[in-house]
């Protein structure tokens, strides 16, 4: 039987070095076959810790599929969601896989795993899963599936596809219609607002689908055991600090991923 093919999607801002050794990592450490790779750029030449000049030296040897989006400035907290639309809106491969610019793959078997585990009619994709909770002290954050590391099963997603479903916003908390998912946590102490907020991240829309209106049944698999450390390594961060490149976690961070690169091109 034929692998069914997946497309994996990137979206990229001011990424520094990361989408380089996301994408190189790829490439040089995935089994599964076939794949794409489709990169939503939404940085500009001139901000600082973009990747342009390489995106287009990669599309042009076709490495990636690149798609030109928007400018993302840094207050707009809704551009990953919008990536995510985008990506989705031009995926024409039976698997989607929702992925972020600072990772780095480790074990060539890591997308087998992922896919291997859309096993039943019922599994709408694989995803890794947070509950609702107390953020800080300072508001609430909804459930939500991440959509950082997501595998989606394109014909059953289409099926529930929304506008919405990756948007993100607040709402105070009054007007939250499923506080039964914090029960049992203390309220936000020193909230941002009065009432405190709910913060509907990217991916809450999808967890309110599967978990209040799920008509078809549909279910996310977990994503496999020790796969974290293992077959991939996050680095986190890059993208939200990168408009203070002076900040010493980033500097770390950098520093690591230009190692690992060096490393990954001697191989």
Known sequence: MENKEVSILIGNARTWESIELAIESIQKRTAYKPYQIIVHNQARIRDKGNRVAYLNKMARNGSIKLIEGEYRPRSDLDGHGKSVKKLLSVCETELALLWVSDIEILGDNWLDMLVERIDGDDILGVADF?????????????????????????????????????????????????????????PPSNPDHNPPQVFRDTGWRIWEKMAKRNSRGYKFAPLPPNWFGKKIYHFGGIDRNSFRPEFPELQTKLAKIRERLEMLRGE
């Open 130 to 186: 947070k509950p609702g909770r107390n953020h800080f002290n300072r508001m609430w954050i909804a459930p939500r599936y991440l959509p950082d590391w997501m595998l989606l099963d394109m014909e059953r997603y289409r099926e529930i596809e929304g506008d919405d479903d990756w948007d993100l916003s607040y709402i105070p908390f009054p007007k939250w219609p499923y506080p039964e998912v914090f029960i049992g946590q203390a």
